[in-house]
């Protein structure tokens, strides 16, 4: 079965603590995002990759990392830099950036300690 | 600023109760529309993209629509397990490449 999954379904963060969210997908899609989804809010783009070695930012990048050594993956790390981390975070991907469609993966729950 | 906005915030139904969600847009130059499910706790699952006006696409009990500046998500004789938030995104090509999400109907169908 094709899919994008992303791992833990929940992490916790303590004060200071960097932490990677994972993310993999084996639809052999060139494009993968990151969002950050908050409660009455639309989701908010922190990354996007079109290629391997290639990212950039989005709306909300302050506090965030990626990178794109592999074509099927695309880790997100959360800084101590981010001040305010607790949020649901969704990873998805397209065949190629444009409107085209974003296929979501299943999620990580971040909360802090 | 572009904009997507979703009405109503929440919607109550009775199963077989007939209704429509709404996604306004203010977005020049529309390239795609995108219709998401999404259960809670899960991650939005792809229901529809509408790329121009006068478009229309279906899905079971689901019809979308598209205007010049709205797309409508049309239930029909909705059942329990149609119960979820309901996410509209507007393409906003340029510089930019991204997606411009609305905040979502929550939808309820009481059996």
């Known amino acids: 079965d094709g899919g994008i999954t992303q791992s833990p379904k929940y992490l916790f963060r303590k004060e200071g603590q960097n932490v990677t969210l994972s993310c993999e997908q084996n639809?052999?899609?060139?494009?993968m995002y990151w969002y950050r989804q908050d409660p009455g809010q639309g989701l908010r783009l922190i990354y996007y990759?079109?290629?391997?070695?290639?990212?950039q930012k989005g709306d909300i990048a302050e506090g965030y990392s990626v990178s794109r050594e592999k074509k099927e993956s695309f880790p997100l790390t959360v800084t101590s830099a981010q001040k305010n981390p607790t949020a649901f975070y969704l990873c998805?991907?397209?065949?190629?950036?444009?409107?085209?469609?974003?296929?979501f993966g299943p999620g990580t729950r971040l909360l802090v300690l | 600023e572009d904009q997507v906005t979703q009405s109503p915030e929440a919607l109550r139904l009775q199963e077989g109760e007939s209704s429509s969600l709404n996604c306004s847009y203010t977005?020049?130059?529309?390239?795609?529309l995108f219709w998401y499910r999404q259960d809670p706790g899960k991650g939005p699952e792809f229901l529809f993209t509408l790329y121009s006006a006068g478009e229309e696409k279906e899905k079971e009990r689901l019809k979308a629509t598209l205007t010049k500046k709205e797309s409508f998500l049309h239930i029909t004789a909705p059942k329990p397990e149609d119960s979820a938030t309901y996410l509209c995104a507007v393409y906003y090509g340029g510089a930019t490449n991204k997606l411009i999400f609305g905040t979502g109907t929550l939808l309820a169908v009481q059996p």
């Open positions: 977005v020049s130059g529309l390239r795609g």
């Open positions: 639809l052999n899609h060139d494009a």
């Open positions: 990759s079109q290629i391997v070695n290639d990212f």
């Open positions: 998805a991907s397209s065949i190629g950036l444009g409107p085209e469609t974003q296929y």
